[in-house]
């Protein structure tokens, strides 16, 4: 009898993936995962309190037994403070570009939805906002009211929002006149239904990459905002803060703003490329 021939198992959904993805990008997606599970897990991975000062210790170099990345100015274990570092930038970024992208994309939404005044307000507004130096406004802002991380993220979260009512509003409008959104209408579906299920699918891949963009410029805001003063108060810490510090020790001690300069250009990059990839993979007219 003739050996009957066992067909091979379907690749998982996972190896698929894995597959079609270059290695660039997954380089990049475990990076970024690194990055949120150090930021998650910062409590448990930091091996000094990040205020523990050691002036015995202050500028060791790097591979000290017990401090692996240096010490700072204060004797501070730099290792310490770049985790902690990395969670609050990472809490202001991405709070901040979600906040962005939502209000944004809503308000575009609504002049494409309801057109007339309403269009012409929101667009006023974008105007005013891309015309609006935001690096002095957020300067007087946390000048009088004072820092606090949620008042950081909530106004960097008004960075970009402008940039994300253009291309939802164009969009939009864009997707309305191919039909579909009209004959779903017509089936009797609500406005949030059209937008969420149909329209918003459509534009996600120009939104998306418009996202990548906001990311890094958020964390280089905060950096600056940090470098001078008023951004990330200590004795927290931030990447921004950690840069703006060392670089008074740039020739005595880089360790201390060179090991929070690679993790914002790392971790920058690393979403650029993921953002590159998703647009690909989500663009319709690819597909």
């Not at 591979?63 to 990395?86: A, F, K, N, Y």
């Not at 007087?140 to 960075?159: E, I, N, Q, W």
């Not at 360790?255 to 993979?281: C, E, H, K, Q």
Request: aromatic content about 10%; glycine content about 8%.
């Amino acid at each position: 009898m003739a050996d009957t021939a066992v067909p091979a198992p379907a690749p998982s959904l996972l190896t698929r993936t894995r597959l079609r993805m270059p290695w660039l990008v997954v380089l990049a997606v475990a990076w970024i995962v690194l990055m949120v599970l150090t930021a998650i897990f910062a409590d448990w991975l930091r091996p000094h309190d990040i205020t523990r000062m050691n002036l015995s210790v202050r500028l060791a170099p790097l591979g000290t037994p017990g401090h692996w990345l240096g010490t700072d100015e204060l004797g501070r274990d730099v290792l310490s403070r770049l985790i902690q570092s990395i969670r609050v930038s990472l809490v202001i970024a991405f709070g901040s570009t979600i906040l962005s992208a939502a209000f944004g994309t809503t308000l575009g939404f609504l002049a494409a939805q309801f057109r007339g005044w309403v269009e012409h307000l929101v667009m006023a507004l974008a105007d005013f906002q891309a015309a609006l130096p935001f690096m002095i406004m957020s300067l007087a802002v946390l000048a009088f009211f004072g820092s606090s991380m949620v008042l950081l993220v909530c106004l960097m979260g008004f960075y970009g929002w402008e940039r994300y009512a253009r291309i939802a509003r164009g969009l939009a409008i864009s997707a309305s006149a191919q039909g579909y959104a009209a004959a779903v209408v017509q089936l009797g579906a609500k406005p949030s239904r059209v937008y969420l299920r149909h329209i918003l699918p459509n534009v996600a891949s120009t939104l998306i990459v418009s996202t990548t963009l906001t990311f890094p410029e958020i964390i280089l805001m905060e950096s600056g905002l940090s470098f001078l003063g008023l951004g990330v108060q200590p004795p927290e810490s931030s990447l921004g803060n950690m840069v703006g510090f060392g670089r008074e020790y740039l020739t005595r001690a880089p360790w201390i703003m060179l090991a929070p300069s690679a993790v914002i250009v790392m971790t920058t990059l690393s979403i650029s490329l993921l953002g590159d990839w998703l647009r690909d993979r989500l663009d319709p007219t690819i597909r």
